[in-house]
Every structure is written in structure tokens, then in C-alpha cells.
């Protein structure tokens, strides 16, 4: 099947929609055509008649720009193809440029192009908006035209907009989220099914989630773009990737995940965003989460966020994060608001990202832990231990006494004390982290996870 032109529609009242919207369609420019892109090309083609009738003028695809435009691609037309990105986003007939190759670079220098153009842009590159959103956003705002990206963030979950929109009224207090698939889908099976690491993340790889180098994903890159993203809007301040504090899943073990069990938690990779006295801390982070937070349900490779505003209180996005169809279901979303603000010859809602908070040093964030150490069950080592946690002013909440099971029993280390502290400051915590490391009454590093939504 060819998905060329639209059929031509009838209107209601049985006009053809030539003549109820009269003028030359919007012309979009298409960059890349992977597994986004194919997909969003795909609706534009199908979809026309309905796009068309959304818009109130036809939406055609004008160009598609690849690395290699020879390539056979099924049900697209061929003629659409070009190598030569550069012209197609500078091409004054082009009224909307939809970026989905990804990285920083070329992709900056074409969005930038695109709007001196004057296209309004879609994209749903959340690496080059968490580098260089706010240039991006100003030079939209200098030539009158618009910046969407709801894609960036969390594939088809609306969120950037609730967030830019529908909450811009309110204060939002924090937005605590799952934002990356790939994490979640391998926290979940060393979860469900026992894996270790290693054998979930192989896992993800054959199924497709995670790509063969997947350092962007379990080192929390991906994460923190996103975080930088949602922080900045929550805030209305201009917060980037470099400035968020960062931690991925690499170092999570299976008794990680069984003493989170005991805890009645599991361990989840979070984006936090917050505003702490000292600045909006924004931090991705392993953490364990009540199984009944409603972050803690959250299956597979799915994605969630959670955002607590002043006046609209508690309220949860979830939903498919990534994959071809849904993030490019975000991307035609876009698409058709642009589409409409360029029919009425106005630009949509500008960013609201206008402050300039600073953002706060992890040392300063105020948060819980669960710490465990490895000590000797004898007389008189509780309350020696206790009194390093009270010198620091770090109030304990429980704590937890096991045998010691494996490396370490023969030396005479013979239990495990797991503690839950209260909520405390960030440096004050690693201060008896410290302490305790260079004891003598604790065996080698202790181990420690941040506890979020209790
Ligand atoms: N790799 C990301 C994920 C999707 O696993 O969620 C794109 O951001």
C-alpha cells in the first residue's frame, strides 16, 4: 500500500474541505526516520484527513532528511528522502521542522536554523534541550515561532505540558518520577524474577530496551536530561543535565533488592526534582519506595511521574515512556498544536522558564537512608555505633539485626545491623559514612540507599 495524499474529505456539511480551508497546506520537514521517526511519518501520511480537519488545513510531509536516503523504507514514498538536512530545514516553504535524530550535534545547528527560518520546531531530543533548551527556547521566542517537545520526556506520558499548561497556575512542591525505561525494566526483573544485573540487562538488551552500549541508560544519563527538563519547568528556572546529581543501577546487587523486600520496598530509579532552601535539588538516584507508593507498582519498562502541587495536590503521570508508536504519538500531538497556532498566526505558550534559582549541592538535600553495615554481635558495639549516628545529629529510626551470611563470618564479623534514619541532611549522613568506614568496629564500606515516598 502507497500512503500518499489525503482522500479528499467531506465536511459536515458536505463541502469539500478545499473549500472550508482554503490555502496551501503546512509543510513539515522530518528529521530522521528511525524508530521514531518511521512512525511519525507513517501518521502524517495515514492520517491526513483527520490531521487535516484537527488543523484545519492539510499537513503534508514535505522532505524527510537521513544519512542515507537510498535505503528501501516500506509504505514511504522514496521521492520524500534527502541527505541534505541543512536545505530542508532552511527551505522558506517549510512551515514546521520535527527533530527525532537525536545527540547534540548536528541537531542544534538545524533546530536553530529551522527557527531563523521562522519553522516552528518539534523535537523529542531531551539530551540537546537539557544542553541548550534555554538558547533554543530564546531564539523561538526572538522569531515568533514555537518549541514543543513533549517526547522528550517520558514518550507518550503527557507531562511536559500539564506541567508548562494546565499547572502553570499552581506551585508544584516536587515531581518524583520514573523516567527511564530501560532502568525500571531491569529493576524489575532482578526484582520479580531473582536476576542479577548482568543477566537483566541482557535481557533488555535482546528484547530492544536497552542498546548494546548502555551507559546512557543505567549510568542515569538519559534520566538526568530528562530531570533537568521537568525541573525547569516545575521551577520556571533554567536548570541543565550538568547540574543534576546523578547515580545509576550498576552497583545494585540482589541482596540490595532483598533487604529492600524485608523493608516492604522496592528499589526504583528516581528523578527528583524539589525546592530545598538552598536551591532546587535535582537528583537521579536509585532509592527504595514503598511496593505501595504509587511509584512502587510501576511494572516493566513503564514510566511514571508523581508531581505534588500546592493546590492541586498529589497527581500521577503513567504510562509507555519510549518505543517507536508512543513517543511518536507525543510528537504528532505536538505537531497538530503547532500546526494550529500556525493557522492562527501565533506562537503557543511561551516556556515560563524565567528564574534563575540556583541549584542546591547534593550535601545540602534533606532526605532518608537505609544503611548497612557489618559488625560483631558482642556487648556494647549497638550503642557504640549509635553514638556515631547521635554526633552527627543523625536521628535513627529503626534498626534491624541479622547473622551475617558469607564473606567476612570467619573473621568474626558475625552480624548485619541495617538502620533506617530519620530525615536528615545530605552531609550530615556522609559525615558518619566517614566515621563508620574508618571504624573499627565495622568490616569494610558501608552500603546505603536514600528511602523516597515514605
Ligand atoms: N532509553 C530510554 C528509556 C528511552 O529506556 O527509557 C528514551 O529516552
Redesign the pocket.
Known amino acids: 500500500m502507497t500512503l500518499t495524499s489525503p482522500r479528499p474529505v467531506s465536511a459536515p456539511s458536505g463541502l469539500p474541505q478545499e473549500q472550508l480551508h482554503p490555502g496551501t497546506p503546512l509543510r513539515v520537514g522530518l528529521l530522521g526516520c528511525g524508530v521514531v521517526g518511521s512512525q511519525v511519518a507513517r501518521m502524517i501520511l495515514s492520517r491526513s484527513d483527520d490531521i487535516c480537519a484537527r488543523v484545519g488545513r492539510s499537513v503534508e510531509l514535505a522532505g524527510i532528511a537521513v544519512a542515507h536516503p537510498d535505503r528501501p523504507r516500506a509504505r514511504l514514498p522514496q521521492d520524500l528522502f534527502t541527505a541534505d538536512a541543512e536545505s530542508l530545514v532552511a527551505r522558506d516553504d517549510i512551515d514546521i521542522v520535527v527533530e527525532v535524530i537525536g545527540g547534540i550535534h548536528p541537531a542544534y545547528e538545524l533546530i536553530m536554523t529551522a527557527i531563523e527560518h521562522g519553522s516552528s520546531v518539534v523535537t523529542a531530543n ?1 539530551a540537546l534541550l537539557a544542553a541548550h533548551g534555554h538558547e533554543i527556547y530564546a531564539a523561538a521566542d526572538a522569531h515568533g515561532v514555537d518549541v514543543y517537545y513533549e517526547a522528550a520526556v ?2 507518550a506520558i503527557p507531562i511536559v505540558r500539564p506541567l508548562r499548561e494546565s499547572l502553570v497556575g499552581d506551585e508544584i512542591r516536587r515531581v518524583m518520577g520514573i ?7 531491569i529493576l524489575d526483573k532482578m526484582t520479580s524474577e531473582g536476576m542479577s544485573f548482568d543477566q537483566a540487562l541482557a535481557d533488555a538488551q535482546r528484547l530492544g ?3 548494546s552500549d548502555p551507559t ?2 543505567v549510568e542515569g544519563f ?2 538526568a536530561a ?1 530531570a533537568a527538563i521537568l525541573a525547569s519547568l516545575a521551577f520556571h528556572t533554567r536548570i541543565r543535565g550538568s547540574q543534576v546529581y546523578r547515580e545509576g543501577i550498576t552497583g545494585i546487587t540482589p541482596e540490595d533488592i532483598t533487604a529492600a523486600r524485608g523493608m516492604g520496598c522496592v528499589i526504583k530509579l528516581l528523578a527528583i526534582c524539589e525546592m530545598e532552601p538552598e536551591g532546587v535539588s535535582v537528583r537521579v538516584h536509585p532509592a527504595l519506595v514503598p511496593e505501595d507508593h504509587p511509584l512502587g507498582g510501576i511494572r516493566g ?1 513503564n ?1 511514571a511521574i508523581f508531581v505534588e502541587a500546592r493546590e492541586a495536590g498529589h497527581l500521577m503521570f503513567m504510562g509507555p ?2 518505543g517507536g508508536s508512543p ?1 511518536a504519538s507525543a510528537v504528532m500531538g505536538d505537531l497538530v498544536t503547532v500546526a494550529r497556532n500556525r493557522m492562527r498566526g501565533v506562537a503557543g505558550q511561551p516556556q515560563a522558564i524565567y528564574g534563575d534559582v540556583p541549584v542546591a549541592d547534593i550535601g545540602t538535600v534533606h532526605t532518608r537512608f537505609q544503611l548497612s553495615i557489618q559488625v560483631r554481635d558482642q556487648p556494647g558495639i549497638l550503642s557504640q555505633v549509635a553514638s556515631i549516628f547521635a554526633s552527627h545529629g543523625v536521628s535513627l529510626q529503626t534498626v534491624q539485626q541479622s547473622a551475617l551470611e558469607g564473606a567476612g563470618k570467619e573473621d568474626g564479623w558475625s552480624a548485619t545491623l541495617r538502620m533506617v534514619v530519620h530525615q536528615t541532611r545530605e552531609s550530615d549522613f556522609e559525615a558518619c559514612l566517614v566515621e563508620l568506614s574508618q571504624s573499627p568496629l565495622v568490616n569494610g564500606e558501608p552500603r546505603f540507599i536514600r528511602v523516597e515516598g515514605m
Open positions: 531531551k517520558a514518550g523516567v527511564n525505561g530501560t532502568t525500571n525494566y530496551f536497552a542498546e546512557a541508560d538519559d534520566a530528562k519498562a514510566n515512556g519510549a513517543t
